[in-house]
C-alpha cells in the first residue's frame, strides 16, 4: 500500500489474519472466509437446538494489520460482505462501526481512522445471544473482507453529504445530492434499455445500455464507458449516460453472454465543457480533462417484463421458472463461502435441470451472484425472514425498524448489475402480514427498491398455513407491541406431535379454506402493494385467487417435492404462474432432520433410538425436528455433497429435463429395521416427497419385497429382472411403483407411450457380495475469477467423493461404514486440531473429474484405462471384514475461464512438492448423525461420503481412506 491511485482500488485484505474464541481461546492463523461455528463442537443441549444442527455459537475476535505508506489514502473504505450474526469493528481501537445484518453487505469509512504504518484493525462477533437464526447461520466473518482506497485530495467534493472520505455516502436507499470525483464501489447501475412488450431481443439486434451513478455529475463532469465483450474486444465506447451496442448478444438461461463496461469519470478542462450528461450518447474519440475515476462492471444485455397476461418474459420470450430454494450454507465447509464452492454448486444445479434459484432466506453472496451470471441461473434474491415479529428469540426482528431501509438498499445495490437476478423478495413468511403496518412496510420496501432499480418486480412470499395461525397487531410501523412481536416463531407449532399431521390436513383443507375467503383478507393489502405474490404449500392458491384477482401475478415460491406434479402442468397453462421454487434444492445444514422420514415402527416423538446418552434439550421433541444428533434438513433434491437424490430425479422426469425413465428403491435397511420380515410403518413428512434410492444393491434383504418405484413420463412402465418380465404399471403422477422381492442381478424400466412406443429405459446392476473397494474420484475447482481480479487466489478446491464398492464401481448401499481420510505426511491444521490437515504430497494414479463453471466435466484416467475399470485398488474379501487404506491422485488443471487440458504428471517431480494441502473436512449426506462436519472421519450414507480440500491450484494431492471393520 505504498502509493494510491486516483481511481478506487479493491486490495485484498482475506490473508493474514488471527482468530481466536474470546471465551479463553488461544490465537490461531486463518485465511478468510471464515466459519467459527463449524469448528465448534456439536453440543445436544446448546440453545440453539435443532435449528443449526446442534452448533453452539460463541464469541470471536478477529485481528489482523493494515500497513500504509507514510501518508495513508485520502478515501479509505472497508467493505465486509458478511459477518454473523453482526459485528462490532475496531481500528486501532476506535470504533470504526457496527454491523447489525448478519447477510449484509456493508461499506465503513475509515479514513479518520488510519494512520502512517501499522494499523490495527479487529471485529468482534458475539453469536452467543441464541436461537438467533431458524437453519444453521454460521459465526464470525464467513463472506470476504475488502479494502478500497483512492487519493481524492484536491476533489471538487462538496462537504454536504460527504464522507471521511470525501465520498457519497450510500448507506441508505437516497444518495446526498453533492459532487465527488469518485465513484462508490456499489454506486454504479448499468441496464438494458427497455424494448416494446412485445418485442423479441435477437443477436442481430442493436441494444441500447444506460450507465447511472446514484451521485449526481456536475456541469464540468463527464462519463466515458468502453464495453468489451467476453474475449476482452471493446464493442462500443460512448461519452455520456448511454450508448449503443451493434449487434448484441442477449443474456439467456441457454446463453449466459456477458459483457464488461468501464467506466471512466473526467473532469473537463476550464475551455471544454462540452459533456453530456443527459441521455444523449456523443460518439467522441478525442478525451479532454482529467481522469478522476475508473469503475468496471459486468453485466448482462437483456430485457425484463411480468403481467398476469403474458407471464414472466425475458428477452421478449416466456419463461418458466423451474426453481430451487437454497440455504447459504456450503456442507462441509459450513457457511464460508468460497467462491470454488459457489460455482460448483451453481453449476450443479443449472446442470441437474434447474433454471432458478431462490434464497433462503437472506441476500446471497456476490460469488454466488457471480456463478449464477455465468451459468445462467435466474435468481430471486430475498432480504428478510421476519419484520417485528421474531421467529427465534434473538433474531434480525430487533433489528428491523431502524434498519430495514439501509439493509434493503444494500442487497439492491448488490444484485442490480446481475442479469441473472429477476426477483426481488421482501420477506419470507411473515408472520406480520395480516396486520396493517404490513402494508406500508411493503410499500415503503418497493418504493425503496424502485428509487435504486426499476427494472425488476418486487415479490413478497406468504405462507397462508403460518399466517393463518399468526397474531395480529395494531401498532404502527414505528411503533413497538412487545406482547406481538415476541410471539414464539410459528416453527415451533412443529415441535408438537401434531404438527406433521395439522399440515397434512391444513394442505387437504386448503381448497375449503380459500373459499371461506379469510385467506384472501389477511394477504390482500400486502399484495397490492408487490408486483407479485408469492405463495409458500399453496399449490391450489394461483387458480383461486386469480378470479378474485385476475390483475395479479403469482408464484409458487416454495413447494413440496411431490407438488411439482401439479403446478408444472399449471405453470405451462396458466401465464399468471411464473414459477416454482421447490424446499429445497439443495440440502442444508439444520432445521436438523425436518423432512427425514422414521422408519420401523417410530417412537411417539418420530425418532427411533436414543444415541449414546444423548437426551432431548428440554423435553422430548415430538414433530419432525429431530434431538440430537439431527444435523441436515434432509429435504434437498441434490444433497450437500452435490448428488441429486431420487426427488431430483422425479422432478427432471415432470418437467421434461430427463426423458427416459430412472429406478430407484425404498430403503431397504430402514424399510426392514430391526430384522423385520415385512417393510415397517413410515412415518412421514410432507416436506419429502420421496424417499428412493437408485440402485439395486440390497445385500442381506435377499427374497424381502423390494417397493421399487420407476419415474416417467410415458403411461405404461415394464419392469425386467436379468431379462425376465417382473410387470406392467400404469403411470400415475409421473410414477409407476412396483413391489420386487430382491435378488441380486439387472434391473430395467422400460417406459412407453400411450401408443405402446418405446420412450426409453434404465437400468441398476448389484454390487458383487463377495468384493469391497474404496473408490475415490476428484473433482477440482478452481477460482472462478481471473488472474487480474483482487478477487482471485491461486487456490482451489479439492471435492473427493468416496463410494464403497465393487471391483466394477457399483455401490454397497447396506454396508456402511465409519472411514477416516488421511494425507501422506499431513500435520494438524494450526487454527484448528479437528479442522484440517496440512499434507505433503506426490503423484502416482489418476481418477480424476475436472470442473469449470464453464464447460462440462469428463473423468481423466490413467493412459490404456478401460473406461469401466475400478480407479481403485481391489482388495477381495468379505465385506464384514474391510479395514484396509486406498490412496489416489490427481493432477493439475489450467486457469479458471481457460480450457481445461489435463497433463500427464511429472515423474521426477520430487515426492513431497507442497506442505500446504488443507483438509477442510469429510461428511456424509446422512441428516441424522453424530459426525463433526469439520473433522477428518464420517460414516458413509448409503455407501458414500465426501472429503474436501484446499490446495494450492495445481497441486498434486494424496489422500488415504481408512476403512473401519463392520
Given at each position: 500500500?505504498?502509493?494510491?491511485?486516483?481511481?478506487?482500488?479493491?486490495?485484498?485484505?482475506?490473508?493474514?489474519?488471527?482468530?481466536?474464541?474470546?471465551?479463553?481461546?488461544?490465537?490461531?492463523?486463518?485465511?478468510?472466509?471464515?466459519?467459527?461455528?463449524?469448528?465448534?463442537?456439536?453440543?445436544?443441549?446448546?440453545?440453539?437446538?435443532?435449528?443449526?444442527?446442534?452448533?453452539?455459537?460463541?464469541?470471536?475476535?478477529?485481528?489482523?494489520?493494515?500497513?500504509?505508506?507514510?501518508?495513508?489514502?485520502?478515501?479509505?473504505?472497508?467493505?465486509?460482505?458478511?459477518?454473523?450474526?453482526?459485528?462490532?469493528?475496531?481500528?486501532?481501537?476506535?470504533?470504526?462501526?457496527?454491523?447489525?445484518?448478519?447477510?449484509?453487505?456493508?461499506?465503513?469509512?475509515?479514513?479518520?481512522?488510519?494512520?502512517?504504518?501499522?494499523?490495527?484493525?479487529?471485529?468482534?462477533?458475539?453469536?452467543?445471544?441464541?436461537?438467533?437464526?431458524?437453519?444453521?447461520?454460521?459465526?464470525?466473518?464467513?463472506?470476504?473482507?475488502?479494502?478500497?482506497?483512492?487519493?481524492?485530495?484536491?476533489?471538487?467534493?462538496?462537504?454536504?453529504?460527504?464522507?471521511?472520505?470525501?465520498?457519497?455516502?450510500?448507506?441508505?436507499?437516497?444518495?446526498?445530492?453533492?459532487?465527488?470525483?469518485?465513484?462508490?464501489?456499489?454506486?454504479?447501475?448499468?441496464?438494458?434499455?427497455?424494448?416494446?412488450d412485445a418485442a423479441e431481443v435477437s443477436h442481430d439486434d442493436s441494444a441500447t445500455v444506460a450507465v447511472e451513478l446514484d451521485q449526481p455529475i456536475?456541469?464540468?463532469?463527464?462519463?466515458?464507458?468502453?464495453?468489451?465483450?467476453?474475449?476482452?474486444?471493446?464493442?462500443?465506447?460512448?461519452?455520456?449516460?448511454?450508448?449503443?451496442?451493434?449487434?448484441?448478444?442477449?443474456?439467456?438461461?441457454?446463453?449466459?453472454?456477458?459483457?464488461?463496461?468501464?467506466?471512466?469519470?473526467?473532469?473537463?478542462?476550464?475551455?471544454?465543457?462540452?459533456?453530456?450528461?443527459?441521455?444523449?450518447?456523443?460518439?467522441?474519440?478525442?478525451?479532454?480533462?482529467?481522469?478522476?475515476?475508473?469503475?468496471?462492471?459486468?453485466?448482462?444485455?437483456?430485457?425484463?417484463?411480468?403481467?398476469?397476461?403474458?407471464?414472466?418474459?425475458?428477452?421478449?420470450?416466456?419463461?418458466?421458472?423451474?426453481?430451487?430454494?437454497?440455504?447459504?450454507?456450503?456442507?462441509?465447509?459450513?457457511?464460508?463461502?468460497?467462491?470454488?464452492?459457489?460455482?460448483?454448486?451453481?453449476?450443479?444445479?443449472?446442470?441437474?435441470?434447474?433454471?432458478?434459484?431462490?434464497?433462503?432466506?437472506?441476500?446471497?453472496?456476490?460469488?454466488?451472484?457471480d456463478a449464477c451470471d455465468e451459468v445462467g441461473l435466474l435468481v430471486m434474491d430475498e432480504a428478510f425472514d421476519m419484520w417485528w415479529m421474531h421467529?427465534?428469540?434473538?433474531?434480525?426482528?430487533?433489528?428491523?425498524?431502524?434498519?430495514?431501509?439501509?439493509?434493503?438498499?444494500?442487497?439492491?445495490?448488490?444484485?442490480?448489475?446481475?442479469?441473472?437476478?429477476?426477483?426481488?423478495?421482501?420477506?419470507?413468511?411473515?408472520?406480520?402480514?395480516?396486520?396493517?403496518?404490513?402494508?406500508?412496510?411493503?410499500?415503503?420496501?418497493?418504493?425503496?427498491?424502485?428509487?435504486?432499480?426499476?427494472?425488476?418486480?418486487?415479490?413478497?412470499?406468504?405462507?397462508?398455513?403460518?399466517?393463518?395461525?399468526?397474531?395480529?397487531?395494531?401498532?404502527?410501523?414505528?411503533?413497538?407491541?412487545?406482547?406481538?412481536?415476541?410471539?414464539?416463531?410459528?416453527?415451533?407449532?412443529?415441535?408438537?406431535?401434531?404438527?406433521?399431521?395439522?399440515?397434512?390436513?391444513?394442505?387437504?383443507?386448503?381448497?375449503?379454506?380459500?373459499?371461506?375467503?379469510?385467506?384472501?383478507?389477511?394477504?390482500?393489502?400486502?399484495?397490492?402493494?408487490?408486483?407479485?405474490?408469492?405463495?409458500?404449500?399453496?399449490?391450489?392458491?394461483?387458480?383461486?385467487?386469480?378470479?378474485?384477482?385476475?390483475?395479479?401475478?403469482?408464484?409458487?415460491?416454495?413447494?413440496?417435492?411431490?407438488?411439482?406434479?401439479?403446478?408444472?402442468?399449471?405453470?405451462?397453462?396458466?401465464?399468471?404462474?411464473?414459477?416454482?421454487?421447490?424446499?429445497?434444492?439443495?440440502?442444508?445444514?439444520?432445521?436438523?432432520?425436518?423432512?427425514?422420514?422414521?422408519?420401523?415402527?417410530?417412537?411417539?416423538?418420530?425418532?427411533?433410538?436414543?444415541?449414546?446418552?444423548?437426551?432431548?434439550?428440554?423435553?422430548?421433541?415430538?414433530?419432525?425436528?429431530?434431538?440430537?444428533?439431527?444435523?441436515?434438513?434432509?429435504?434437498?433434491?441434490?444433497?450437500?455433497?452435490?448428488?441429486?437424490?431420487?426427488?431430483?430425479?422425479?422432478?427432471?422426469?415432470?418437467?421434461?429435463?430427463?426423458?427416459?425413465?430412472?429406478?430407484?428403491?425404498?430403503?431397504?435397511?430402514?424399510?426392514?429395521?430391526?430384522?423385520?420380515?415385512?417393510?415397517?410403518?413410515?412415518?412421514?413428512?410432507?416436506?419429502?416427497?420421496?424417499?428412493?434410492?437408485?440402485?439395486?444393491?440390497?445385500?442381506?434383504?435377499?427374497?424381502?419385497?423390494a417397493l421399487v418405484e420407476v419415474y416417467s413420463g410415458g403411461r405404461h412402465v415394464r419392469l425386467l429382472l436379468d431379462g425376465r418380465e417382473i410387470?406392467?404399471?400404469?403411470?400415475?403422477?409421473?410414477?409407476?411403483?412396483?413391489?420386487?422381492?430382491?435378488?441380486?442381478?439387472?434391473?430395467?424400466?422400460?417406459?412407453?407411450?400411450?401408443?405402446?412406443?418405446?420412450?426409453?429405459?434404465?437400468?441398476?446392476?448389484?454390487?458383487?457380495?463377495?468384493?469391497?473397494?474404496?473408490?475415490?474420484?476428484?473433482?477440482?475447482?478452481?477460482?472462478?475469477?481471473?488472474?487480474?481480479?483482487?478477487?482471485?487466489?491461486?487456490?482451489?478446491?479439492?471435492?473427493?467423493?468416496?463410494?464403497?464398492?465393487?471391483?466394477?464401481?457399483?455401490?454397497?448401499?447396506?454396508?456402511?461404514?465409519?472411514?477416516?481420510?488421511?494425507?501422506?505426511?499431513?500435520?494438524?491444521?494450526?487454527?484448528?486440531?479437528?479442522?484440517?490437515?496440512?499434507?505433503?504430497?506426490?503423484?502416482?494414479?489418476?481418477?480424476?473429474?475436472?470442473?469449470?463453471?464453464?464447460?462440462?466435466?469428463?473423468?481423466?484416467?490413467?493412459?490404456?484405462?478401460?473406461?469401466?475399470?475400478?480407479?481403485?485398488?481391489?482388495?477381495?474379501?468379505?465385506?464384514?471384514?474391510?479395514?484396509?487404506?486406498?490412496?489416489?491422485?490427481?493432477?493439475?488443471?489450467?486457469?479458471?475461464?481457460?480450457?481445461?487440458?489435463?497433463?500427464?504428471?511429472?515423474?521426477?517431480?520430487?515426492?513431497?512438492?507442497?506442505?500446504?494441502?488443507?483438509?477442510?473436512?469429510?461428511?456424509?449426506?446422512?441428516?441424522?448423525?453424530?459426525?463433526?462436519?469439520?473433522?477428518?472421519?464420517?460414516?458413509?450414507?448409503?455407501?458414500?461420503?465426501?472429503?474436501?480440500?484446499?490446495?494450492?491450484?495445481?497441486?498434486?494431492?494424496?489422500?488415504?481412506?481408512?476403512?473401519?471393520?463392520?
Amino acid at each position: 500500500m505504498a502509493t494510491y491511485n486516483k481511481a478506487m482500488q479493491r486490495i485484498d485484505v482475506n490473508h493474514h489474519w488471527q482468530f481466536r474464541s474470546i471465551d479463553g481461546g488461544s490465537w490461531q492463523s486463518i485465511t478468510l472466509p471464515h466459519d467459527a461455528m463449524i469448528h465448534e463442537r456439536r453440543d445436544p443441549y446448546t440453545a440453539n437446538g435443532y435449528n443449526t444442527g446442534y452448533y453452539p455459537g460463541g464469541s470471536y475476535e478477529y485481528r489482523t494489520v493494515m500497513h500504509f505508506a507514510s501518508e495513508p489514502p485520502a478515501a479509505c473504505l472497508l467493505e465486509f460482505e458478511g459477518v454473523y450474526p453482526g459485528a462490532t469493528v475496531l481500528v486501532n481501537n476506535e470504533p470504526a462501526g457496527t454491523l447489525t445484518y448478519g447477510y449484509g453487505d456493508y461499506y465503513l469509512d475509515i479514513a479518520n481512522l488510519v494512520r502512517p504504518g501499522a494499523n490495527t484493525l479487529t471485529v468482534l462477533v458475539d453469536n452467543t445471544r441464541i436461537p438467533n437464526s431458524r437453519w444453521y447461520s454460521g459465526s464470525g466473518i464467513f463472506r470476504p473482507v475488502w479494502l478500497w482506497v483512492a487519493d481524492t485530495k484536491g476533489t471538487s467534493a462538496a462537504d454536504t453529504g460527504a464522507n471521511a472520505s470525501g465520498m457519497p455516502d450510500s448507506s441508505g436507499p437516497s444518495t446526498a445530492h453533492a459532487i465527488f470525483d469518485v465513484i462508490r464501489p456499489n454506486g454504479v447501475r448499468v441496464s438494458t434499455v427497455s424494448l416494446p412488450d412485445a418485442a423479441e431481443v435477437s443477436h442481430d439486434d442493436s441494444a441500447t445500455v444506460a450507465v447511472e451513478l446514484d451521485q449526481p455529475i456536475a456541469a464540468n463532469q463527464y462519463l466515458r464507458t468502453t464495453i468489451m465483450d467476453d474475449s476482452g474486444t471493446m464493442v462500443a465506447q460512448f461519452r455520456g449516460v448511454t450508448g449503443i451496442i451493434p449487434c448484441a448478444r442477449p443474456w439467456s438461461p441457454e446463453s449466459p453472454v456477458l459483457y464488461t463496461a468501464r467506466i471512466a469519470l473526467y473532469r473537463t478542462d476550464d475551455d471544454d465543457v462540452s459533456g453530456d450528461n443527459d441521455g444523449n450518447t456523443i460518439n467522441n474519440d478525442h478525451n479532454t480533462g482529467t481522469l478522476l475515476d475508473t469503475h468496471v462492471e459486468r453485466f448482462g444485455i437483456r430485457t425484463l417484463t411480468c403481467d398476469a397476461t403474458h407471464g414472466l418474459r425475458l428477452n421478449g420470450k416466456r419463461v418458466l421458472l423451474n426453481g430451487g430454494c437454497v440455504h447459504h450454507d456450503n456442507g462441509i465447509l459450513g457457511a464460508a463461502t468460497f467462491p470454488q464452492a459457489e460455482y460448483r454448486r451453481a453449476r450443479i444445479m443449472r446442470e441437474q435441470g434447474f433454471n432458478a434459484v431462490r434464497s433462503a432466506h437472506n441476500p446471497l453472496s456476490k460469488a454466488f451472484l457471480d456463478a449464477c451470471d455465468e451459468v445462467g441461473l435466474l435468481v430471486m434474491d430475498e432480504a428478510f425472514d421476519m419484520w417485528w415479529m421474531h421467529k427465534t428469540s434473538y433474531d434480525y426482528a430487533s433489528s428491523f425498524r431502524d434498519h430495514y431501509a439501509s439493509d434493503l438498499a444494500a442487497m439492491v445495490r448488490k444484485d442490480r448489475n446481475h442479469p441473472s437476478v429477476v426477483l426481488y423478495s421482501i420477506g419470507n413468511e411473515i408472520a406480520d402480514t395480516k396486520s396493517p403496518r404490513a402494508a406500508e412496510a411493503a410499500r415503503s420496501m418497493r418504493s425503496i427498491i424502485r428509487s435504486l432499480d426499476p427494472s425488476r418486480p418486487v415479490i413478497d412470499c406468504v405462507n397462508p398455513i403460518s399466517l393463518s395461525l399468526a397474531a395480529r397487531t395494531k401498532a404502527g410501523m414505528d411503533e413497538h407491541d412487545a406482547t406481538v412481536e415476541g410471539e414464539p416463531g410459528l416453527n415451533t407449532t412443529l415441535e408438537h406431535a401434531s404438527g406433521p399431521i395439522l399440515l397434512t390436513m391444513i394442505d387437504r383443507l386448503m381448497p375449503l379454506a380459500l373459499r371461506t375467503g379469510v385467506m384472501d383478507r389477511q394477504t390482500n393489502a400486502v399484495f397490492c402493494e408487490v408486483d407479485v405474490a408469492g405463495l409458500n404449500y399453496c399449490r391450489q392458491g394461483p387458480e383461486y385467487f386469480h378470479r378474485v384477482h385476475p390483475e395479479r401475478v403469482f408464484c409458487a415460491s416454495e413447494t413440496y417435492p411431490q407438488e411439482i406434479a401439479f403446478t408444472w402442468p399449471a405453470m405451462r397453462r396458466l401465464p399468471y404462474l411464473i414459477g416454482d421454487f421447490v424446499w429445497t434444492g439443495w440440502d442444508y445444514i439444520g432445521e436438523a432432520s425436518v423432512s427425514a422420514w422414521a422408519y420401523a415402527n417410530p417412537e411417539p416423538d418420530g425418532w427411533m433410538r436414543e444415541y449414546g446418552d444423548h437426551m432431548a434439550l428440554r423435553g422430548r421433541l415430538t414433530g419432525p425436528y429431530r434431538r440430537y444428533p439431527g444435523l441436515l434438513g434432509g429435504s434437498g433434491l441434490i444433497d450437500i455433497t452435490g448428488r441429486a437424490t431420487g426427488q431430483m430425479l422425479y422432478r427432471q422426469i415432470v418437467t421434461g429435463v430427463r426423458r427416459r425413465p430412472a429406478i430407484t428403491v425404498r430403503p431397504m435397511q430402514l424399510l426392514y429395521g430391526d430384522g423385520a420380515t415385512r417393510p415397517g410403518r413410515t412415518a412421514r413428512f410432507i416436506e419429502r416427497g420421496h424417499d428412493g434410492v437408485a440402485s439395486w444393491s440390497w445385500a442381506g434383504y435377499e427374497g424381502r419385497d423390494a417397493l421399487v418405484e420407476v419415474y416417467s413420463g410415458g403411461r405404461h412402465v415394464r419392469l425386467l429382472l436379468d431379462g425376465r418380465e417382473i410387470g406392467m404399471a400404469p403411470v400415475y403422477r409421473c410414477m409407476a411403483r412396483f413391489r420386487v422381492p430382491y435378488e441380486p442381478g439387472e434391473l430395467t424400466a422400460v417406459a412407453y407411450d400411450a401408443a405402446g412406443l418405446e420412450l426409453g429405459r434404465d437400468t441398476l446392476v448389484s454390487a458383487q457380495a463377495d468384493e469391497m473397494v474404496v473408490t475415490t474420484s476428484v473433482e477440482r475447482v478452481p477460482n472462478p475469477y481471473p488472474k487480474n481480479d483482487p478477487r482471485w487466489d491461486d487456490t482451489e478446491l479439492v471435492f473427493e467423493s468416496i463410494a464403497l464398492t465393487d471391483a466394477r464401481g457399483v455401490v454397497h448401499v447396506t454396508d456402511d461404514r465409519s472411514i477416516t481420510v488421511i494425507g501422506d505426511g499431513c500435520e494438524a491444521a494450526p487454527h484448528d486440531s479437528s479442522q484440517g490437515l496440512f499434507r505433503e504430497s506426490a503423484n502416482e494414479s489418476v481418477n480424476e473429474t475436472v470442473a469449470n463453471p464453464l464447460i462440462a466435466a469428463e473423468p481423466v484416467r490413467p493412459a490404456g484405462a478401460s473406461p469401466h475399470e475400478a480407479p481403485s485398488e481391489v482388495l477381495r474379501v468379505s465385506p464384514r471384514e474391510v479395514s484396509h487404506e486406498v490412496s489416489h491422485e490427481v493432477r493439475d488443471m489450467s486457469s479458471a475461464f481457460g480450457t481445461v487440458t489435463p497433463r500427464e504428471p511429472s515423474r521426477d517431480m520430487p515426492a513431497y512438492a507442497c506442505s500446504d494441502a488443507q483438509l477442510l473436512g469429510v461428511a456424509s449426506a446422512n441428516p441424522i448423525t453424530a459426525d463433526e462436519l469439520a473433522g477428518n472421519s464420517c460414516t458413509t450414507y448409503f455407501g458414500r461420503a465426501q472429503a474436501i480440500w484446499r490446495v494450492p491450484a495445481g497441486t498434486p494431492i494424496r489422500s488415504h481412506v481408512i476403512v473401519d471393520p463392520a
